[in-house]
């Protein structure tokens, strides 16, 4: 629920290789604006940012000193990247109080800020406990016409009049399609798929590591005990369980480009409730 759009630079280089739609100043930006709406006072009247879209993003400042503290230590001493910037707007590198989906103290995610409001829509028909089985695709056009799935253990199908589209995720989006005759010839005849497409699918799965290293920056286990904060959580968005992630930074090490990053690091509370941190650490 962190929400950091990718860089400037990313979306003007997939243009650059001939995808159109995808720069960012006059493709995307204007979708990023429509879809959001910041809550935050100082950034709403930005040119970067929305107010009237869907998705809910805020900015807890964290008014703790404790905190704020950690956020400069990290920024300026340990990155020297420099604090308080907006990581979606005009200089993504450096460090900010994090941007979140978080409406009322509660995530707000793609299910509640799209598909709730619009539930009871005649043309809206969401079929759960269902698992897609492959595209229906039409051999001599090409084109899909439809999606074959299972639900409660039946075989079944539903066909589209426009367009099917395919959302099943990095891992699964491909797999679909290769399962419906769209992919690599040798790799599919090889598994005994048959191919309606000689395309390039599941070439270019990239990962990015992650390390979780954690030091005692912040320890207060003592008000998450005495306030019963673990049981508030569902019911009030109040308490040291909101918004624990506080700070993310963007760097640049070797793109060769400081203002375009390849590291991403993010801060957050760590909850010591048996106070081992603490007996553990002599200076936390
Ligand atoms: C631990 C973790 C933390 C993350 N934190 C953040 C964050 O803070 N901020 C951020 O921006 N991003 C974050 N991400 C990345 C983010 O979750 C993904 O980029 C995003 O969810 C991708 O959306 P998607 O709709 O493409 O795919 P998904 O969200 O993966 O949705 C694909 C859906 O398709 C369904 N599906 C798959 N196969 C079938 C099938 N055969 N039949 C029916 N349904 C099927 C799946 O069940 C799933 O619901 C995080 C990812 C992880 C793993």
Redesign the pocket.
Known sequence: ????RGNRRDYDALAAKGNAGWDYGSSVLPYFKKAENMTNPALATSKYHGTGGPLTVSINDHKDDSVATAVKNTSQDSLDLPDKVDCNGENQVGSSFIP??VKDGQRDS?HRAYLEPVLSRKNLYVRTH????RILVYRDTRRANGVK?VHKNVKTAVFASKEVIV????I??P??LMLSGLGPRDHLRAVGIDVIEDIPVRNNLRDHVVMNPIFPLYIDGSQAKESGSIARIPRTPSGPFHNV?FMTAFKSFRSGNPSWPDAQYVVSKVLDLDGCWRTNNSSP
Do not use: E, P, W
């Open positions: 629920m962190m929400y950091a979140m989906n793609t269902s698992q897609v089985i799935f959302c099943a995720g990095a699964r989006s797999h679909h992630i």
